[in-house]
């Protein structure tokens, strides 16, 4: 008789790995793992021996942490969640969880290699079951270390969709402060080669799932009450004294962003010399905005064959001397019109086809 | 009289008492014997000077007979050198009349030294009593049961007892149990919601003493038919498979006391968690106050492990692993699950008995824990497993492995009490040779190896021509294919080969099926 082993198997051992401190004993694990997954789907295998891979790290040590103090991954099967959200900077988090209801002094639902999530169930109108949202931070910028943020996360979560809600340049004149674009396409300006004439663009571009895309085409926020709902949600912070990440534009702000489709340029440089009209010159008419991370997140999840869509509002055009008080009032914008389509779209009717 | 004086006279009167006919003869000081206790605990260690003297004095007794026999005897532990009783009987020591032999197969005398494994085989097999051939036959699953409890919590427990193929020895036992029975019973009442293997066993004893038996929701009904028969109070015997907390068992004895025709119950456990003695024992009953409200006689004790739902390492909950289902066997094979789970039990070792030509494996499982503590079941699945190529009854194979490795010989010992199976051991020198060989030569081998030796006589004289070819692992494959050219040159047909693990999945293959209990893919080990 063949052992014939199954992803089940590979999650038995994973267990048995997180629970023992026998080096013995996880070296034949880990053997027994890489054979065992051996005849699964490529993407699948590559989660599997990467959370293998996560808990050998000597990740305890070198940060100097005090195990018993972190929560245990032991036994933790990857949760099962239908989307998830992720931001990069505080202003953004704090925006996603203002839109979700989620109180800022929350403890996690969840900390996994010091990442924290928090879950929430939203009521969705063409679905029975609730959606299961979970959100986290990646604290840092930089499309390569958003990759590896995503890559990382896969191993704790299993989500159907993912979304990266925040900030970004707008191109000045295609779009206003406070406006919200969601890509159709993200670009990678910043790949290609440096020729003795000067650096030679070899972009790539991620696009959307076709059936996001189409789904998303009939998705029009402004029939279901958006800009009412980012004013209600901003109205608090407008009365209160507001610093540091949650701070608002000063002055009479008259907030009556559009929602756009177009294409994100990502690249690992913060642009601040009002180049962003030029660079659409270059790349496209569709080029709305211009940010830091989208690009290694799609690269990882079209990887993983999980659809993702980027939503971002606009805070400010790329120029010299930009300012930061745009920042929470685009992303509450953002993460206002992600709920809406939560809340109200189809996107959620056809489970295994997307939308 | 002292308890060593008394046991100077009874080896000496036990000895001298045995047939003149004769040839060897076997002395059993490793376990206790309940008419010299307490003090033969004393003797545990060293040999006492008692001992020593007494066996000298048997060999006196014997030469002066005319009598030029062998004696071994068995010991917990060998004496070390320079103990008094090598001393005083160097003499036969040194001319092989005496052998000193503990239970790991470790011996003092002419032929002293390593452990040798076939010894610790045959040791067992001569001390193999009623009790050890239960314990050894005792199938021990390892898994997930579900345990019923108070509440609408889970708990699970992890060993599930089932002593099916030893239905002789408990009967054997129950029989003596009531043999000795100050009071004789009247009727046997028992009660075993999850272990039908007991019903068997007690069925025959019952009849065999001609006693009255019943189910607990019949006792009433039987227990007055008997009492009015015989004209005045019942004697019970209450037999349950398994004894744990003794809630259970205490409320079944309050519900047959409170009957009017029982003036007696004597409460009898196949199995116990609990007690001061591993087998034969008695062990309280104690109420929810902390009261004793009785005994308990059992046969063996076992040890259980429970484990709640919110236990970090409760698998069914925090892995979704089904919970097994002790009426059914998970099929042939370990899953993964029930292999790391006895891997985790057991532990590693460094591998030993590694052939020459070969480097060692690193740790693996310790194969030797695994089969003392789970044995029986894990041979039960082996046997499953070649079920579907071996033709024959299992007493009509000859099952064949590797001398010298302690798994293999403990398997092989299983495999001759669960199935009753016929074992051969090939020498490792035999094996050595043959490795390097492109030819088997049986005038070569008979020649090389010593004719007549036993594995050659034991091979050479059996009925069957079908073989089965077992070990505890398989690595690089080299011991099981010179085993079976060996095998097929003596004209016997291998039908299958039987593992615990197979190592090489993916690069060793066999001309005939190799089931294994478990495998993986290891790095191949380069030959030396």
């Known amino acids: 008789m063949r052992r014939e082993p199954s992803e089940d198997d590979a999650e038995v051992l994973l267990a048995m790995l997180s629970r023992t401190d026998d080096e013995a004993l996880k070296s034949l694990l880990l053997e027994d793992l890489h054979w065992t997954t051996r005849n699964l789907e490529d993407d699948l295998r590559g989660q599997l021996l990467t959370r293998a891979a996560v808990l050998n790290l000597p990740l305890f040590a070198r940060e100097g942490l005090d195990p018993s103090k972190l929560p245990s991954r032991a036994g933790i099967k990857r949760r099962p969640v239908d989307m998830l959200l992720i931001t990069v900077k505080l202003p953004e988090l704090r925006a996603v969880q203002l839109a979700f209801g989620i109180d800022f002094g929350e403890d996690p639902t969840l900390v996994d290699r010091q990442i924290r999530f928090w879950e929430r169930d939203v009521e969705a109108r063409y679905k029975a079951e609730p959606v299961r949202v979970a959100i986290t931070m990646a604290s840092f910028d930089a499309n390569y270390r958003m990759a590896a943020f995503c890559a990382s996360i896969l191993t704790t979560y299993s989500p159907r969709y993912v979304v990266l809600v925040g900030m970004a340049a707008g191109v000045e004149g295609r779009v206003r402060l406070g406006d919200v674009v969601v890509a159709d396409s993200v670009i990678d300006f910043g790949h290609g080669v440096l020729t003795p004439t000067g650096f030679m663009s070899r972009a790539l571009s991620y696009s959307l799932d076709p059936n996001v895309a189409r789904g998303l085409s009939f998705f029009d926020p402004h029939e279901h009450g958006w800009i009412g709902v980012v004013r209600e949600l901003l109205a608090p912070f407008a009365e209160m004294e507001v610093v540091g990440s949650m701070s608002l534009p000063s002055g009479r702000v008259d907030l009556n962003p559009s929602f756009v489709r177009g294409t994100i340029l990502s690249g690992d440089v913060l642009v601040e010399d009002g180049s962003l009209p030029a660079m659409r010159e270059k790349y496209g008419d569709r080029v709305t905005a211009l940010e830091m991370e989208g690009a290694g997140f799609a690269y990882t999840f079209d990887s993983n064959a999980i659809p993702w869509m980027v939503f971002r509002g606009i805070a400010d055009f790329g120029g010299e001397g930009r300012t930061k008080e745009w920042q929470f009032v685009s992303a509450v914008a953002a993460a206002a019109a992600l709920r809406v389509l939560v809340e109200k779209s189809f996107i959620f009717e056809y489970p295994e086809s997307g939308f | ?528």
């Not at chain 2, 345990?147 to 002593?163: C, I, P, Y």
Request: aromatic share 8%; charged share 25%; proline share 6%.
């Open chain 2, 1 to 528: 009289m002292t308890s060593l004086r008394r046991l100077h006279d009874y080896v000496i009167t036990g000895l001298n008492a045995i047939d003149q006919k004769a040839e060897v003869c076997l002395l059993d000081l490793s376990g206790p014997d309940p008419r010299l206790e307490p003090s033969f605990d004393q003797i545990r260690g060293a040999t006492e000077p008692f001992v020593a003297d007494a066996i000298a004095e048997v060999f006196d007794n014997w030469a002066g007979m005319g009598l030029a026999r062998r004696l071994i005897v068995i010991v917990r532990n060998t004496p070390p050198p320079g103990d008094y009783v090598l001393i005083r009987n160097s003499a036969m020591l040194a001319d092989g009349r005496l052998v000193f032999v503990d239970g790991d197969g470790r011996s003092a005398g002419q032929v002293s030294g390593g452990r040798r494994p076939e010894m610790a085989v045959a040791v067992r097999a001569v001390r193999e009593d009623r009790v050890e051939r239960f314990r050894s036959k005792l199938v021990v699953r390892r898994g997930w049961f579900e345990h019923e409890t108070d509440d609408d919590t889970r708990e699970f427990v992890r060993k599930h007892f089932d002593g099916s193929l030893c239905s002789v020895e408990i009967q054997q036992l129950l029989e003596e149990f009531i043999d000795q029975a100050e009071n004789p019973f009247d009727v046997v009442v028992y009660d075993s919601p999850l272990s039908e293997w007991v019903v068997g066993p007690i069925e025959g004893a019952a009849t065999s003493r001609r006693l009255a038996i019943a189910r607990p929701e019949d006792a009433a009904l039987v227990s007055r038919e008997i009492a009015g028969a015989k004209g005045s109070g019942l004697a019970v015997l209450l037999v349950v498979p398994m004894v744990d907390s003794g809630t259970t068992l205490q409320g079944l004895m309050s519900a047959m006391e409170s009957e009017p025709d029982v003036t007696s119950i004597r409460a009898l456990a196949i199995l116990s968690t609990r007690g001061t003695r591993e087998e034969l024992g008695e062990r309280a009953l104690v109420d929810a106050a902390g009261d004793c409200a009785g005994t308990v006689a059992y046969m063996l004790r076992v040890e259980q492990q429970r484990v709640c739902e919110t236990d970090p390492d409760c698998d069914p909950v925090q892995l979704g692993v089904n919970p097994d289902d002790r009426r059914r066997e998970n099929g042939a094979g370990l899953t993964t699950c029930e292999f790391w789970d006895l891997v985790s039990c057991a532990g590693l070792k460094p591998e030993d008995d590694v052939p020459r030509w070969r480097e060692p494996s690193g740790y693996v499982p310790d194969f030797d824990r695994m089969l003392e503590q789970y044995g029986s079941w894990l041979v039960m699945k082996l046997a499953i497993a070649v079920r579907a190529d071996v033709r024959l009854l299992s007493q009509d194979t000859l099952y064949v492995a590797p001398a010298g490795e302690s798994a293999s010989t403990e398997l092989g010992r299983l495999l001759r009490l669960v199935a009753g199976a016929q074992v051969v051991y090939i020498p490792r020198p035999v094996i050595d040779f043959l490795v390097g060989q492109p030819d088997v030569r049986l005038d070569e081998i008979r020649e090389r190896f010593g004719n007549p030796s036993p594995w050659l006589l034991h091979l050479q004289s059996s009925l069957t021509d079908q073989v089965v070819v077992f070990d505890e692992f398989v690595a690089t494959g080299s011991t099981i294919r010179a085993l079976m050219r060996l095998l097929t040159a003596f004209g016997f047909t291998v039908v299958c080969i039987a593992t615990l693990t197979d190592f090489a999945p993916d690069v060793v293959r066999f001309a005939v099926p190799l089931r294994s209990l478990y495998s993986w893919q290891r790095p191949p080990k380069e030959p030396k």
